[in-house]
């Protein structure tokens, strides 16, 4: 394996907080005391494994791996002083616990491999386990109602204290959610509630749900009635309304065994754009079709006018899940972001088509809700493939003018996990800093930097050395104690 990809190796818990001394340049005065918090995948017992069986291979892919939650506390005494402490936590989810205290693997391997393989591993981790696979919370955190949670969306959320990182255990809405819940659930403006949309490979498939603002009550449920299931990783809001993208990259067995989705034969499907208002019913949803894409991650949506706007980061082709890749997988996914080839519509030579499958851009439809007209332009028209969006969170769901995404050339550079930190008397949208882990290949150390949104293209303000190595991971959230 190339060295660009030791930082996905797993560590350890380093224990309690452990104070940072080295900071180089400076934190601004008016920057808020609070925590930056990062998930992200570290494999309880090692790297990727495989299990080798008479119905073929199966292995764990990168995005599979226990949660492992990486915190820095941002702290000011009387005298404007700033301290850091960092401390990593696992997310001790059931089926974590069960692996821990045997101290071993206990289920076999399901979400990529030979097709025969990964449902025979289902069916026996079924059997064993009484689910198909493990319960990895290793995506995202986020608040509501006062409380914090880690989350993938394979399962319910997994409530968590801010401090110490120990996990409490599940959270099931009302008690009656009891199905999986998305990694990017999103506040609607002006009520506060959550809005979260809950995939499955049995029926139903896909389900959205409406949460009180305090947390307590699930206030709307509805079963959008498909007879697929899509990869629904993101939920949109506005003032009115909910917004899925549906592209069509469906779980059905009978493609996962051709591998079809991985290649692009899926650009033949249909992509299409659900505004439901947020407390429709099946009826009420408008459908709008737009040009064949995957998309993973919104940037925001909101009302303008009679048009919703809809903005999200698209790409040619999914990471995950696939088919077995073997030892080329690395290799994969380099030539994947490649640009140059990306224009490549020859369908019929495998590898120029994997070329530059994963490069990402931002996009933008707007749907026109009295005329069911779509209009859709790419809006960054860079040569920079870019994800991992994120705004200003006070504007989710109404208009904005700034996004911020990561500019990906290689799997290692698109896992960051970076937070937006408001200025706590913010006056403009892009009043606020950027904070995200980074990683140096070379000295092999880990730090995080805080950059000035209003001067994103200049050096970073500061850059907070961290006691030990954090790996790449996937998305995290800045927690201010005001
Ligand atoms: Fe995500």
Redesign the pocket.
């Known amino acids: 394996m190339s060295d660009i990809f030791k930082n996905f190796a797993p560590v350890e818990e380093i224990g309690e907080l452990v104070k940072v001394d080295h900071c180089q340049g400076e934190i601004p005065e008016d920057f808020p005391e609070g925590i930056y918090i990062r998930n992200g995948s570290n494999p309880l017992f090692g790297g990727l494994k495989s299990a080798i069986s008479v119905f073929g291979k199966t292995d764990n892919v990168w995005v599979e791996g226990e949660g492992m939650l990486h915190a820095l506390h941002f702290t000011k005494d009387a005298q404007g002083n700033w301290s850091f402490y960092y401390k990593n936590r696992f997310v001790e989810t059931d089926t974590y616990n069960m692996e821990s205290q045997r101290k071993k693997p206990a289920f076999l391997p399901v979400a990529e491999g030979d097709a025969p393989a990964t449902l025979a591993g289902s069916f026996f981790n079924v059997m064993r386990f009484g689910q198909a696979n493990k319960i990895y919370s290793n995506?995202?955190v986020f608040e509501h109602g006062g409380k914090h949670y880690s989350i993938a969306e394979n399962y319910m959320p997994q409530e968590i204290n801010l401090i110490s990182l120990e996990t409490y255990g599940n959270w099931n809405p009302s008690g009656v959610w009891s199905r999986p819940f998305t990694?990017?659930p999103k506040k609607a403006p002006e009520t506060g509630e959550l809005v979260a949309v809950g995939i499955d490979t049995t029926k139903p498939h896909c389900v959205v749900g409406v949460i009180s603002a305090d947390g307590k009550e699930l206030v709307h449920k509805l079963d959008l009635q498909l007879d697929h299931c899509s990869l629904f990783?993101?939920i949109g809001v506005t003032k009115k309304c909910n917004i899925l993208i549906d592209f069509m990259l469906t779980m059905r067995p009978e493609r996962v065994m051709k591998g079809g989705q991985l290649f692009g034969y899926e650009r033949e499907k249909d992509a299409r754009i659900a505004v439901i208002p947020r407390y429709g019913d099946v009826d009420s949803i408008k459908w709008f079709n737009i040009e064949p894409c995957v998309i993973?991650?919104l940037m925001n949506t909101y009302e303008d006018g009679d048009e919703v706007v809809v903005r999200g980061c698209t790409a040619n082709a999914a990471i995950i899940p696939g088919p077995v890749w073997g030892e080329d997988k690395f290799d994969w996914f380099s030539r994947g972001f490649n640009f140059k080839n990306v224009a490549s519509n020859n369908w019929n030579d495998q590898k120029a088509i994997e070329d530059g499958m994963l490069f990402t851009s931002v996009r933008e439809w707007r749907l026109n809700m009295k005329t069911l007209a779509v209009n859709e332009r790419d809006v960054t028209g860079t040569e920079y493939s870019m994800d991992?969006p994120m705004i200003n969170e006070d504007f989710t769901g109404l208009k904005h003018q700034y996004g911020y995404t990561q500019v990906i050339d290689s799997l290692a550079s698109s896992k960051a996990g970076s937070a937006f930190v408001a200025k706590p008397e913010a006056v403009e949208e892009d009043d606020g800093w950027i904070v995200t882990f980074a990683h140096d290949e070379d000295s092999d150390t880990s730090y995080v930097l805080v950059v000035d949104a209003k001067n994103f293209g200049s050096e970073p303000v500061a850059k907070i050395n961290l006691p030990q190595r954090v790996p790449y991971g996937?998305?995290g959230s800045f927690f201010s104690f005001t």
Do not use: G, I, Q
Request: proline share 0%; aromatic share 18%.
């Open positions: 995506t995202n990694s990017h990783h993101d993973y991650h991992f996937h998305h």
